[in-house]
């Protein structure tokens, strides 16, 4: 389940946790559209637990319809924010012209969910708050994070209203992962929201790169190209990780790696100014090891060139031997329209919009190509159609035939499956007295439920779409 959001009414104040947008099924993304159960304006202060859009996305539409007060984060979630909302104010206006210009929308004239202005005033109101600082957000309403390790500045919310103390879940992340460091522990909580993207799953056994080594290796062998739809906020980092790795012990080819994606490269030179608060196994490295050498032909190549330069050093600890970042939509074009062996990185994870859809047109009816999945692919996605078989996907109104093979690398995963939920639940030294099973497909819900009841002995609940508890 995505779009979360928990709102908190102590009776005298209303404080909402996450503003996520709703996506992959019709029917949820239709959610997104309904009027907010109280006044935008009622909501005295926001708390985000991190900075992917299924937790923040909803924010700018809060902020147009009157929401003034301060939103809580991380600094880390203030650093990314300002590269996902208003992107996503961008792509909510040109869909809307874009329908407008074709007349495929039952509206007249359709609108966009919200602006990128509006995303702009909502990063103004963000308020950076460190790991484990106690601050007051509302009266008699406190709130500290924890480390989630699930993104950069991801957290879990612990808030503390009267003589109780609410943990709020935003996603958990896994342990003895590169880049980003394990989840903190927590001891105690009364009433504890926990996640359930995996709770029906056990990812696969760390293989040290193993399986990327081959697919790659396979791939590069039939002449083909790697495309790896990935989320441009958390997952390209890992995967470069690997790639750069097992580049440095020779067990994939050294191969040009082409990061197609503006925002992910924006995010990657946020991981590279916050070093200090990821994995210790991400060092540095000198600033000018991976800039372009060689004589350009005339002023214009000089430019690029140094315009690349300048992204390769701003993301240099993730840098393969061949690594090349691709900013402009002409030079996205070229990539699409080249058939070297190579690996294309590009957004969105889900394959459902964005520079990865070229790609795959492209790439999706030539059997020497591999498409690479290295995440989570909900219900109602291109991505879920792909792993699950089709053998035809719709892309900008054509049929396009799946000879490409499809691959799917869950290791990768920064959701905690449900033996990790277990591993971090067992830092608690008492059980809470009702833990929320959220976030997951209902069957991955009903499975974690039940396994924490089984092995921990917990009280669980799984409460509806707009459910109301009461919180004794």
């Given at each position: ?7 908190l ?5 209303k404080v909402?946790?996450d503003?996520?947008?709703f996506?992959g ?16 304006s ?13 937790h923040?996305g909803?924010?700018p539409?809060l ?12 600094p ?10 208003p992107?996503?104010?961008r792509?909510q ?8 210009r074709?007349?495929y929308?039952k509206?007249?004239?359709a ?9 702009f005033?909502a ?5 950076p ?6 601050v ?16 950069l500045?991801?957290a879990?919310?612990r808030i ?9 879940g ?10 980003l ?7 105690e ?17 760390d293989?040290?790169g ?14 083909g190209?790697i495309?790896i739809?990935?989320f441009a906020?958390g ?7 690997w ?13 040009p790696v082409?990061?197609?994606s ?14 200090a ?12 090891e ?13 430019s ?12 240099c600890?993730?840098?393969?031997e ?6 402009t939509?002409?030079?996205s ?6 058939k070297?062996p190579?690996?294309?990185?590009s957004?969105?994870g889900?394959?459902?919009?964005g ?7 492209a790439?999706?009816p ?15 996605t291109?991505g ?5 078989g ?13 000879q490409?093979?499809v ?25 809470p007295?009702l833990t ?5 497909e209902?069957?991955?819900?009903e ?7 089984d ?17 004794g």
């Open positions: 389940m995505t779009g979360s959001k928990y709102l009414d102590t009776g005298t104040s909402l946790i503003a996520g947008l996506q099924l019709k029917e949820l993304r239709e959610r997104n559209w309904l009027p907010f159960p109280i006044p935008a009622e909501i005295g202060a926001i708390v985000l637990t991190h900075a992917h859009l299924d923040c909803y924010l539409r902020v147009s319809q009157g929401f003034r007060g301060r939103i809580f984060c991380t880390g979630t203030l650093d990314l924010c300002r590269i996902v909302l992107d996503a104010g792509i206006e040109e869909d809307a012209a874009n329908a407008n074709h007349g929308s509206h007249a004239p609108l966009p969910l919200y602006t990128e202005t509006d995303a005033r990063i103004s109101q963000l308020q708050v460190g790991y484990d600082r106690q007051p957000v509302v009266p008699g309403v406190e709130v500290d994070f924890v480390n989630a390790g699930h993104l500045g991801s879990y919310a503390r209203t009267g003589d109780r103390t609410i943990l709020f935003g996603d958990l992340g896994r342990f003895g992962r590169p880049v460091p394990d989840p903190s522990s927590v001891t909580a009364d009433f504890l929201l926990v996640e359930s993207t995996y709770g029906n799953r056990v990812h696969q056994q293989d040290d193993t399986q990327l080594a081959e697919i790659i290796k396979a791939t590069a062998e039939r002449g190209r495309i739809p990935s906020i997952r390209v980092e890992e995967l470069l990780y790639l750069k790795r097992l580049e440095d012990d020779k067990r994939i080819p050294v191969l082409f990061l197609d503006p925002m992910a490269i924006e995010a990657l030179s946020r991981y590279q100014q916050r070093l608060e990821l994995d210790p196994d991400m060092k540095p490295e000198s600033q000018d991976k800039a372009p050498h060689g004589p350009a032909d005339h002023e214009e190549r000089v690029e060139r140094q315009r690349h330069a300048q992204h390769e050093r701003q993301v600890a993730f840098c393969t061949r690594f090349r970042t691709i900013s939509a002409a030079e074009k070229q990539l699409t329209q080249s070297m190579a690996i294309v990185i957004a969105s889900m394959a459902t919009g520079r990865v859809l070229h790609h795959l047109k790439g999706l030539d059997s020497r190509n591999t498409v690479l999945f290295v995440g989570y692919q909900a219900a109602g291109r879920r159609q792909l792993v699950d089709e053998k035809v996907v719709k892309i900008h109104g054509e049929m396009i035939p799946v490409a093979r691959e799917l690398v869950e290791s990768m995963s920064a959701h905690a499956d449900s033996t990790e939920i277990l591993r971090w639940l067992g830092g608690f030294t008492k059980p007295r929320f099973i959220v976030h997951g209902p069957v991955a819900m499975a974690l439920a039940v396994t924490i009841h092995r921990l002995g917990w009280i669980t609940k799984m409460p509806e779409h707009g459910e109301t508890v009461t919180l």
